[in-house]
Structure formats: structure tokens, C-alpha cells
């Protein structure tokens, strides 16, 4: 339910449901007997918006920042999950409708939702729908099917408005310029049944409106369906490509597919972060990324939480909303990017948004902004140490998340490892930033270099470019290192012409003869740098499997990315920033 289709599935699903409460009403308000059943709703909507929803604001507003909501709050609130289930019931609705109703005004995420999930889950999944199953299912009797001429009618009705529904969704779909295949799954998606179904007619039967026969039924009819529709929706549908499709935008881009960005045209760029610390290293980043007038920065700021205590991933804009907390991460972070935007010497444009979802579908979301924007760079954070999460979730899940964004991405994937040293200015009016890039060769170095091409515009920013000429290559796919060498040659060029006469730009050509020779000549060549720029991925050299071992500790930073990001350069004092281009840009040595 984390891709685009299983997200306009639910809101299909919401919007379903509603119009069946709604015809639910209508029939109470024409009926004499509904007249007192609708006015007691009335009521009860009334009551649980202006009443209940105040109180849960209030206890959010009471619990301090980064504490747990007190016990009596979770008590109060589990015990209100009966009163609501007997009012409903009371006054001659479906009863768990009233637990919904309280469900939908508690404050998803932290500190309430996230806690009364952490409280509950474990009970509610491991004992109480165990418990729920087994009782619906041991009412379930396929002996007391003995009348099968009212079997095949039911059954025939069964698959008439099963069929119906597939193709009422789909042609809905087609219409709507949805894929045929995305439509078919979308379909048999909406035809699957869920718990809220199987109580309904386990009630019917309660009530005696439905008997043995005809529940038996319903039940076996609802769980062959989900037995049939489940894997064939788990196999016929990828979220990467479908999403493609049904956006219609499927071209990968990249920083030098833009027409001489560093001067002319809306630069735009996706930035995530997960905590404070993340965006602290990203504002000086921007800044020297050279915003200007006629290439003005747009940036799509995207705040990482991990999905507890809600009831949907969910991508939203960022709103300052009345009961928010002013002191929480979110809203600092974001007050500290309108702060930069509104002070900053170019034209910066900060688009906040939020991602709420579990850790290993959190990159679908990125995508899907990334390609509604057409944005060629995405920065997420590199986290590397135990205190610095997403919503809690541990260190591996980050660092999986990461991976995720290099191996799917369409557009180039900056890791920003960052050291929590503040910028050598003080403030953007002083602002002064030193950048090297080391350019060994290969698309990824061919990124960094077209990233240091805009910020050599910079007055404020002093570059150093190392490159590096290995000269014993072992690759063994000659023309494609032919045409490699041509495109670096090509950019190479280029990035000097273009920065002819620029006295902020010093480089330095350095020679070796295989890899092991790279990594000590880096080694080398420390200084007071704020930031270093480097690819994932080189080609002009290689390590065997022993070597490698030995120095990769971090898969996703690459070797020298890596060995930059260490203690053994320059302390482990500086910024690095590792570069990868779009996989489906790149072939044959460079795709791992």
C-alpha cells in the first residue's frame, strides 16, 4: 500500500465508503423510524470533532518534547474505545464505527499515535485478531451448504458483480489515462475484501438477517478471491516501472543533461533530511551551489519520518498547522530553511514537505517527487553512527535506504556525509566555501565535476580539481574505456574553458600507476576543505576481492568515497559528498 497504486487504491477505497455512509443517512432521513438513529449520529459526529478531537490536541500540546504520553492519557483513551463501540451500538449502528470515529481525530505520529501503537500492537496483532479469526472461523460451516440451487444463484451473483467490479475499475482507470495493466491491478486490488467485511457478516448472522448457508458462503467466497487476486498482483506489479508508465515520464536525467545550468534556467534539487544535523550541512551546500538570478535554486525539502503510529504513508506538503508543536524538529528545521531562503544572496526557493512511511518503501516517495519535478539531483544524508536515526528506526534501515535510492533512482543520487563542523563563515552575508573534487574518471566523477562547473560561478567558493591519470588500466572492455575516456576528455575540456581566467579554480593533474597508488596520492593531498566531491563508481582501476575487504567499509560511498569519509583524510574532519549517476545511464563496468 506504499506505491502510487496501492495510495489511490485506499483513496478509492475512502471514497467508496463514504458514499456508503452517506446512502446509509439518506435512507435514515426518509425513513420515520431512521429519524432518531440520524440525530443521535449527528450528534455523536458533533461530540467526538468539538469535544474528543480539543482533548487529543491537548494532551500532544501537554507532553513534552521527545517524552512518552502519560499512562492515564493511553488508559483513557483505550477505555474510550468501548464507551465509543457501546454508544454506537446503543443507538443502532454498526459498533465499530465508533472506535473508527476515535481512531480518525487522534494526532497521527509522535508522541500520541506513535505511543498508542507501540502500546497496542503487539496485543491488538498477536492476540486480539488471532482471537477474531478463530471465532468467525469456527462459525464458518461448509456442512450446512445443502441446498445448491440457492448455492449457484448466490455463487453466480458473487462472480457477476466480482466481473462487474474489474471491469466497471478498470474502463475507470483507462479513462482517467492509467495504463491497461495498472487498471487491471487497480481492480482486483479494489475487489479484495478486509476485516471490516467479514465482521459485517458475521453480524448479519448474529442478527439472524443472514443464515449458515449464506455466511458460509460469503466467508469462503471472500478468501478465495484474496487467495487468487494476492499473487497476482504481487507479481504483476513493480512499483519503479509502473510508476513510470503511469506518470508517462520515464527519462533518467542527470546534472549534465541540463543546457549549461550554472547560467541559465531554474536549477532544481531534492534535498532529504532526517534530523537537524542533516539540514545544518545542506544550507552551506546550497549556498555554494551559486544562486543567482538567472539560475535561481529551487529546492524540494523532504523531512524522513519513519512510519509509526499513522494510519497511511502518506507525501504532504509541510503546513504550519495551529496545535503544531513549535519546538519539535520538523518546524526548526523547516523555520531554519525559510530563514536561509529569505537571507540568502541569490534567489532560493524552499518547497517543504514530509514523507511518512516505513523505511524500506520511504525511497518510492522520493522517486515520485523527484520525477513530478523533474528534478536531476537528489542529496540524502549518510548516516553513520547509532544516535542519528529516522523516527527511530536503526542504522542498517538508513543505510538501506540509501541503497535503494542509488540501485532505482532515474535521476543522480549525492550521498552527503557529513562531519557536524559548521562552515568557516559565520553567516551567508561572509560566507566562504572550499570545495575539492577529485575526477578519477566515469559518469559519477563526471557528475561531481558538472556540480563544481555551477559553483565556480560562486565569487564566495574556491575549488580545487584533482584529477587523476591512472596509467596501468586493467579494464578489460577496451572500447567502452575508449569512450569513457572520450567523454571525460570532452568534459574536461569543456569545465576549463569554461572557467578560463577564473582565479578561484586551481588544478592539478596527478599520475599513477593502479589503484593502490590512487588512494595514498589522495591520501595526500589534505587540506582545509568544507567540502569533497567525488564519484561512486571508477572503472580506471580495481582492487581484488582481498583489497577490497580490507578498505570498503560503507558499499554505498564507493572506495574512495569511502577512504574519504575515514579518519585516514584529513582527520575525518571534513564533508564529502559522493556522487552516482542514474544506473539506467550507466552499462557494462559501471552498473555495479
Given at each position: 500500500m506504499?506505491?502510487?497504486?496501492?495510495q489511490?487504491?485506499?483513496?478509492?477505497?475512502?471514497?467508496?465508503?463514504?458514499?456508503?455512509w452517506?446512502?446509509?443517512?439518506?435512507?435514515?432521513?426518509?425513513?420515520?423510524?431512521?429519524?432518531?438513529?440520524?440525530?443521535?449520529?449527528?450528534?455523536?459526529?458533533?461530540?467526538?470533532?468539538y469535544?474528543?478531537?480539543?482533548?487529543?490536541l491537548?494532551?500532544?500540546?501537554?507532553?513534552?518534547q521527545?517524552?512518552?504520553?502519560k499512562?492515564?492519557?493511553?488508559v483513557?483513551?483505550?477505555?474510550?474505545?468501548?464507551?465509543?463501540t457501546?454508544?454506537?451500538?446503543?443507538?443502532?449502528?454498526?459498533?465499530?464505527l465508533?472506535?473508527?470515529?476515535l481512531?480518525?481525530?487522534?494526532?497521527?505520529?509522535?508522541?500520541?499515535?506513535?505511543?498508542?501503537s507501540?502500546?497496542?500492537?503487539?496485543?491488538?496483532?498477536?492476540?486480539?485478531?488471532?482471537?477474531?479469526f478463530?471465532?468467525?472461523?469456527n462459525?464458518?460451516?461448509v456442512?450446512?451448504i445443502?441446498?445448491w440451487?440457492?448455492?449457484?444463484?448466490?455463487?453466480?451473483?458473487i462472480?457477476?458483480?466480482?466481473?462487474?467490479?474489474?471491469?466497471?475499475?478498470?474502463?475507470?482507470?483507462?479513462?482517467?489515462?492509467?495504463?491497461?495493466?495498472?487498471?487491471?491491478?487497480?481492480?482486483?486490488?479494489?475487489s479484495?475484501?478486509?476485516?471490516?467485511?467479514?465482521?459485517?457478516?458475521?453480524?448479519?448472522?448474529?442478527f439472524?438477517m443472514?443464515?449458515?448457508?449464506?455466511?458460509?458462503?460469503?466467508?469462503?467466497s471472500t478468501?478465495?478471491?484474496?487467495?487468487?487476486?494476492t499473487?497476482?498482483?504481487?507479481?504483476?506489479?513493480?512499483?519503479?516501472?509502473q510508476?513510470?508508465?503511469?506518470?508517462?515520464?520515464?527519462?533518467?536525467r542527470?546534472?549534465?543533461?541540463?543546457?549549461?545550468?550554472a547560467?541559465?534556467?531554474?536549477?532544481?534539487?531534492?534535498?532529504?533530511?532526517h534530523?537537524?544535523?542533516?539540514?545544518?550541512?545542506?544550507?552551506?551546500?546550497?549556498?555554494?551551489?551559486?544562486?543567482?538570478?538567472s539560475?535561481?535554486?529551487?529546492?524540494?525539502?523532504?523531512h524522513?519520518?519513519?512510519?509509526?503510529?499513522?494510519?497511511?504513508?502518506?507525501l504532504?506538503?509541510?503546513?504550519?498547522?495551529?496545535?503544531?508543536?513549535?519546538?519539535?524538529?520538523?518546524?526548526?528545521m523547516?523555520?531554519?530553511?525559510?530563514?536561509?531562503?529569505?537571507?540568502?544572496?541569490?534567489?532560493?526557493?524552499?518547497?517543504p514537505f514530509t514523507?511518512?512511511a516505513?523505511?524500506?518503501?520511504?525511497?518510492?516517495?522520493?522517486?515520485?517527487?523527484?520525477r513530478?519535478k523533474?528534478?536531476?539531483l537528489?542529496?540524502?544524508?549518510?548516516?553513520?553512527?547509532?544516535?542519528?536515526?529516522?523516527g527511530?528506526?536503526?542504522?542498517s534501515i538508513?543505510?538501506?535506504?540509501?541503497?535503494?535510492l542509488?540501485a532505482?533512482?532515474q535521476?543522480?543520487?549525492?550521498?552527503?556525509?557529513?562531519?557536524?563542523?559548521?562552515?568557516?563563515a559565520?553567516?551567508?552575508?561572509?560566507?566562504?566555501?572550499?570545495?575539492?573534487?577529485?575526477?578519477?574518471g566515469?559518469?559519477?566523477d563526471r557528475e561531481?565535476?558538472?556540480?563544481?562547473?555551477?559553483?565556480a560561478?560562486?565569487?564566495?567558493?574556491?575549488?580545487?580539481?584533482?584529477?587523476?591519470?591512472?596509467?596501468?588500466?586493467?579494464t578489460?572492455?577496451?572500447?567502452?574505456?575508449?569512450?569513457?575516456?572520450?567523454?571525460?576528455?570532452s568534459?574536461?575540456?569543456e569545465?576549463?574553458?569554461?572557467?578560463?581566467?577564473?582565479?578561484?579554480?586551481?588544478w592539478?593533474?596527478?599520475v599513477?600507476?593502479d589503484?593502490?597508488?590512487?588512494?595514498?596520492?589522495i591520501?595526500n593531498?589534505?587540506?582545509?576543505?568544507?567540502?569533497?566531491m567525488?564519484?561512486r563508481?571508477?572503472?580506471?582501476?580495481s582492487?581484488?576481492?582481498?583489497?577490497v575487504?580490507?578498505?570498503?567499509?560503507?558499499?554505498?560511498l564507493?572506495?574512495i568515497?569511502d577512504?574519504?569519509a575515514?579518519?585516514?583524510?584529513c582527520?575525518?574532519?571534513?564533508?564529502?559528498?559522493v556522487?552516482?549517476?542514474?544506473?539506467?545511464?550507466?552499462c557494462?563496468?559501471?552498473?555495479?
Open positions: 506504499t506505491s502510487e497504486l496501492g489511490l487504491a485506499m483513496s478509492s477505497a475512502i471514497l467508496n465508503d463514504a458514499a456508503l452517506f446512502l446509509v443517512f439518506l435512507n435514515m432521513a426518509v425513513s420515520s423510524q431512521g429519524i432518531p438513529v440520524l440525530l443521535s449520529t449527528v450528534g455523536l459526529l458533533l461530540f467526538t470533532v469535544v474528543l478531537r480539543p482533548l487529543m491537548m494532551i500532544v500540546k501537554k507532553t513534552p521527545g517524552e512518552q504520553v499512562e492515564i492519557y493511553i483513557g483513551i483505550l477505555l474510550g474505545v468501548l464507551v465509543m457501546f454508544v454506537t451500538d446503543a443507538i443502532g449502528l454498526v459498533y465499530n465508533g472506535p473508527l470515529l481512531g480518525l481525530i487522534i494526532p497521527d505520529g509522535p508522541p500520541l499515535g506513535s505511543t498508542l507501540a502500546k497496542t500492537e503487539f496485543l491488538v496483532s498477536e492476540f486480539l485478531m488471532p482471537v477474531l478463530s471465532h468467525i472461523g462459525d464458518v460451516n456442512f450446512l445443502d441446498n440451487t440457492r448455492f449457484a444463484k448466490l455463487q453466480t451473483i462472480v457477476a458483480l466480482f466481473v462487474t467490479k474489474i471491469v466497471g475499475v478498470t474502463l475507470a482507470g483507462l479513462c482517467c489515462k492509467i495504463s491497461l495493466r495498472n487498471s487491471l491491478v487497480l481492480s482486483m486490488v479494489m479484495m475484501k478486509g476485516i471490516i467485511e467479514v465482521m459485517m457478516y458475521h453480524r448479519l448472522m448474529t439472524k443472514i443464515d449458515g448457508q449464506f455466511f458460509t458462503q460469503l466467508i469462503l478468501l478465495v478471491i484474496t487467495m487468487i487476486v499473487p497476482i498482483v504481487h507479481f504483476s506489479y513493480t512499483p519503479q516501472k510508476l513510470q508508465r503511469s506518470t508517462g515520464y520515464s527519462q533518467a542527470s546534472i549534465q543533461s541540463l543546457p549549461n545550468s547560467s541559465s534556467g531554474t536549477f532544481q534539487i531534492l534535498c532529504c533530511v534530523s537537524e544535523e542533516s539540514a545544518r550541512s545542506i544550507i552551506p551546500f546550497l549556498e555554494a551551489s551559486n544562486p543567482t538570478n539560475s535561481p535554486i529551487c529546492t524540494y525539502l523532504v524522513l519520518v519513519d512510519l509509526v503510529g499513522s494510519s497511511a504513508p502518506q504532504t506538503p509541510y503546513k504550519k498547522k495551529k496545535f503544531r508543536r513549535l519546538d519539535s524538529p520538523s518546524h526548526q523547516m523555520r531554519a530553511f525559510e530563514n536561509y531562503s529569505e537571507n540568502s544572496k541569490g534567489p532560493v526557493t524552499i518547497h514523507v511518512v516505513p523505511c524500506k518503501s520511504m525511497h518510492e516517495f522520493i522517486f515520485r517527487l523527484a513530478e523533474f528534478v536531476p537528489i542529496i540524502i544524508p549518510f548516516v553513520d553512527n547509532h544516535d542519528q536515526t529516522i527511530g528506526a536503526s542504522t538508513v543505510s538501506q535506504l540509501n541503497r535503494n542509488q532505482l533512482s535521476c543522480t543520487i549525492g550521498i552527503l556525509v557529513e562531519k557536524r563542523l559548521p562552515c568557516r559565520s553567516s551567508v552575508s561572509n560566507f566562504s566555501y572550499v570545495v575539492a573534487v577529485f575526477f578519477i566515469g559518469p559519477d561531481a565535476l558538472a556540480y563544481a562547473s555551477r559553483m560561478n560562486n565569487p564566495d567558493v574556491d575549488i580545487m580539481v584533482f584529477r587523476t591519470l591512472v596509467q596501468a588500466n586493467k578489460e572492455n577496451i572500447e567502452e574505456r575508449e569512450r569513457e575516456f572520450e567523454l571525460d576528455e568534459l574536461l575540456d569545465f576549463k574553458l569554461r572557467n578560463a581566467g577564473n582565479e578561484r579554480l586551481k592539478r593533474d596527478i599513477v600507476n589503484g593502490v597508488e590512487v588512494v595514498n596520492a591520501k593531498l589534505q587540506g582545509m576543505y568544507d567540502l569533497v567525488v564519484g563508481r571508477h572503472v580506471d582501476f582492487f581484488g576481492d582481498e583489497e575487504a580490507g578498505l570498503l567499509h560503507y558499499p554505498e564507493g572506495v568515497g577512504m574519504l575515514s579518519s585516514d583524510f582527520g575525518g574532519m571534513v564533508n564529502v559528498l556522487m552516482q549517476e542514474s544506473r539506467s545511464l550507466s557494462g563496468t559501471f552498473y555495479n
